[in-house]
């Protein structure tokens, strides 16, 4: 079983829509939680950190269960540029290893 | 100011050959990491430097891998006697302080590698 598992999708949505990313993780362990998008061929950038209170960004909602180890992204008014993969990360933090630990990645397709 | 570079940004390897692929980090970041993305994955943890202090290497594949960060800033990744399965982008990824909660990792554009 992978650490981190996201559907891959693809999600194909219209401008305007509002699309839901889910993730779970399995080390109970982890420490702290990002969003990353990799557009293609690219390098991933961090979106956005994920708090236990959960947070907003513009058009962009995430959300932590710590008890279910479940993670989610909502983006609203989904826009052409949103286009990309959404990666799902966690990190140990200081109580092991320090690198992120990634899904695999879920693919937006914003058509008009 | 200037983000993570790699060099090369492409490279094509017989079976068998050596690679060393290169990463400058941002100024002054004290933290490097070294993740291989197969295609339709997400980056998989290979190394992690503090410093010039290797400090884990619990991820890279086999012994044909080999990094080192001997100053501390530029880092090499080097692969001996390439195999088909090492085709992959091999990303470099810097942060500032030594890796805490919330600390925000950079990542460079990566080396494609592909082995035939």
């Known amino acids: 079983r992978k650490e981190v598992e996201q559907d891959p999708g693809p999600f194909n949505v219209p401008e305007g829509a509002t699309v839901a990313f889910n993730c779970t993780y399995s080390?109970?362990?982890?420490?702290?939680f990002f969003w990353y998008r990799q557009d293609c061929r690219k390098e991933p950038k961090l979106l956005m950190s994920?708090?236990?209170s959960g947070n907003e960004d513009g058009r962009f909602t995430a959300q932590l269960n710590r008890a279910s180890q479940y993670i989610s992204l909502l983006i609203r008014d989904s826009k052409l540029s949103d286009s990309a993969t959404y990666l799902c990360?966690?990190?140990?933090?200081?109580?092991?290893?320090?690198?992120?630990?990634f899904g695999s990645g879920t693919r937006l397709q914003v058509q008009p | 100011g200037a983000g993570v570079s790699q060099s090369p940004r492409y490279k094509v390897a017989k079976r068998g050959q050596d690679v060393a692929l290169r990463c400058d980090p941002i100024?002054?970041?004290?933290?490097l990491f070294w993740y291989q993305q197969a295609l339709g994955q997400g980056p998989e943890f290979l190394t992690y430097?503090?410093?010039?202090?290797?400090?884990?290497k619990s991820g890279l594949p086999s012994d044909r891998f080999f990094a080192e960060r001997p100053e501390g800033s530029v880092s090499t990744l080097k692969i001996q006697r390439t195999q088909q399965e090492d085709s992959a982008v091999y990303l470099c990824?810097?942060?500032?302080?030594?890796?805490?909660?919330?600390?925000?990792?950079?990542f460079g554009p990566g080396t494609r590698l592909t082995v035939l």
């Open positions: 430097f503090q410093n010039e202090a290797q400090l884990d």
């Open positions: 990360v966690v990190n140990l933090g200081d109580t092991g290893r320090r690198a992120l630990t």
């Open positions: 100024s002054g970041h004290v933290s």
């Open positions: 080390n109970s362990a982890s420490q702290s």
């Open positions: 994920v708090y236990s």
């Open positions: 990824a810097s942060s500032l302080l030594n890796p805490s909660t919330y600390n925000e990792q950079f």
